[in-house]
């Protein structure tokens, strides 16, 4: 077998590691991520045609700063140094990294005055970069030349060509960086020599593998919502390991109208999967669990812990199951406060908000270090259908999230009836594959309205509907008056218990996608 190209990223604690790595899978070259305290043996062993060092929080020349061997630089392969990867790289070979008077932050223009660099090939002379530092190289190391410059910062860039060894101030895997990704591909195809053969079915296959060498024959659950991710999480098992394979979907009580049904329909008996597919309904469970609850985090931690215990009962009549799949991506992982150096936005189910002890010997996540929309090609590539790929996401929490506060049956009741209305007008305005996610959530604010003469006293609905690529940035998307209007009566005179409707403008960040 031909042995696949592999490009490594060092990661110093940067916040847009994921996006080096995907960036580099973007150009068709395989990529993984490890921490710059891998040892040097073990990454000389996995044979690299590149390695790319991150970008970091700490400043390279304070005593505990995270380092590296400096025969990394003496091994041939070539290096690409981003931000505190490139201080560092000077650093190390004799050059010097001091504090900057002014830090330059966000967009700038970075003029280039090697134009016939290979890491340039195709660069605009003139480019816009993301710039995110504090600390500048002040003089490049030896056998290096400066490549660009900004107005206030000069070195932008810096290269030694004889010892492939590359390095950049910006950040080449932001978007905001308008010719990154070029720069990129020219680094992983033309510097390292990657041909690019890798290709989704790639990951899929390899991940088929991985699953039977670390499953044998034991006995597996996966966690099955009839979401995106666990949907292709649970095909992915089933092709690798078949009936050793057994699907639990929880109905929590919190799921959207006539979800259960829905799923059921189609990872049940009468659907087209053949999967061992178990439903629990244990919507008492859950209620009673939920009474008097109103702290976010709290909400998410009980419902996280609830999915855990349902999956260990049903393992135990299962009898003899060491694995739980889940369908955890990437975000979820970065949001939980677990991608590196990042901070806790909220505890996500799977993964945060797990319980400190679970009864399996391991957990299985094949997604987790893939965006959505990498998620849905590998679905495509599985076979399975488009409207089942391109489901809105909907959070495992489901309502509980989307109800601030208290989560009580007739609150539900209210936002499953409220978002239902809001679902069909979005498709009958022909919508829902434009918007990336919509949903009706439940203030826990009442006002006061009038009604038929009479005096109201009911909560506020609010509709949220965004745009966003990986789900980590986000805009509110621009949905036409009527179609609102059209909602927002039906709402109001449909859905008993709400006298007011709004629409939140909010992008992410400052807002999240969900209230909680
Ligand atoms: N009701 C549920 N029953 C069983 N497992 C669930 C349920 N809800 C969530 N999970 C588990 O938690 C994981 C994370 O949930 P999440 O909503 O992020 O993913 P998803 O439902 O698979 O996809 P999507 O993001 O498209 O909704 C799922 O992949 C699944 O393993
Ligand atoms: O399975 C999940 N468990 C969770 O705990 C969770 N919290 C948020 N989400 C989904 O993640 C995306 C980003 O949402 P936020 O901007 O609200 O963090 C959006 O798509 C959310 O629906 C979750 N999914
Ligand atoms: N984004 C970064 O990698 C920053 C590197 C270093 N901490 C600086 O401020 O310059
Ligand atoms: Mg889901």
Not at 191 to 218: L, N
Not at 239 to 260: M, P, S, W, Y
Not at 278 to 298: C, D, F, H, M
Request: net charge negative.
């Amino acid at each position: 077998m031909m042995k696949k190209e592999l490009v490594i990223v060092l990661d110093f604690g940067g916040q847009y590691n994921q996006l080096v790595a995907r960036r580099v899978r973007e150009c068709n070259v395989y990529c993984e991520i490890y921490s710059y305290k891998t040892d040097l043996e073990k990454i000389k062993a996995m044979n690299p045609k590149g390695i790319i060092l991150t970008g970091g929080p700490n400043s390279c020349y304070e005593a505990d700063s995270p380092t590296y061997s400096k025969e990394l630089f003496e091994l041939g392969i070539p290096v690409l140094g981003l931000c505190y990867g490139a201080q560092l790289m000077m650093h190390m070979l004799g050059g010097k990294v001091e504090k900057a008077d002014a830090r330059e932050y966000g967009k700038t223009e970075v003029i280039i005055d090697k134009t016939d660099s290979k890491i340039f090939e195709g660069v605009s002379p003139k480019t816009i970069c993301w710039m995110s530092h504090f600390d500048y190289i002040s003089k490049v190391a030896p056998g290096f030349e400066i490549t660009s410059h900004t107005e206030n910062c000069p070195c932008a860039s810096a290269e030694n060509v004889a010892e492939n060894l590359y390095a950049i101030q910006f950040h080449p895997e932001v978007l905001h960086t308008q010719e990154g990704t070029k720069m990129l591909y020219n680094f992983v195809r033309n510097i390292c020599g990657c041909a690019g053969d890798w290709r989704m079915d790639s990951f899929v296959e390899d991940q088929i593998k991985a699953i039977r060498e670390k499953v044998g024959d034991g006995k597996v659950l996966c966690a099955l919502s009839g979401g995106v991710d666990s949907s292709v999480a649970a095909v992915l098992l089933s092709k690798a390991i078949g009936n050793q394979l057994t699907c639990v979907f929880v109905d929590h009580g919190l799921l959207r109208k006539n979800e259960g049904d829905e799923v059921e329909a189609v990872f049940g008996p009468e659907g087209p999967y053949e999967l061992n597919f178990i439903r629990v309904n244990a919507q008492e469970r859950y209620y009673s669990k939920l009474k008097g609850v109103t702290e976010p985090e709290a909400k998410r931690k009980i419902i996280g812990e609830e999915f855990i215990r349902v999956f260990e009962e049903e393992a135990k009549k299962i009898g003899a199951v060491d694995f739980l799949v889940q369908g955890t991506i990437y975000p979820d992982v970065v949001e939980s406060g677990l991608g590196g150096e990042s901070a806790v936005i909220k505890s996500h189910h799977n993964v945060g908000g797990l319980p400190d002890h679970v009864d399996f010997k391991e957990i299985i996540e094949p997604l987790r270090d893939l965006f959505k929309d990498e998620v849905r090609k590998a679905g495509l590539e599985l076979g399975i259908p488009e409207n089942l790929v391109f489901r809105q996401p909907f959070p495992g929490p489901g309502l509980g999230i989307r109800i601030i506060g208290e989560v009580t049956a007739d609150k539900v009741r209210i936002v499953q009836d409220a978002d239902a209305i809001y679902r069909e007008e979005i498709a009958k305005a022909g919508l829902d594959r434009e918007i990336g996610q919509y949903f009706a959530a439940l203030t826990n604010m009442r006002s006061v309205g009038v009604m038929g003469d009479e005096r109201t006293y009911d909560y506020a609905i609010a509709l949220r509907a965004v745009n966003t690529i990986d789900f980590m940035t986000a805009e509110s998307a621009q949905i036409p008056y009527e179609v609102l209007n059209k909602v927002m009566s039906r709402i109001i005179n449909e859905v008993r218990g709400v006298n007011r409707v709004m629409y939140d403008l909010t992008s992410k960040p400052p807002g999240t996608i969900e209230f909680e």
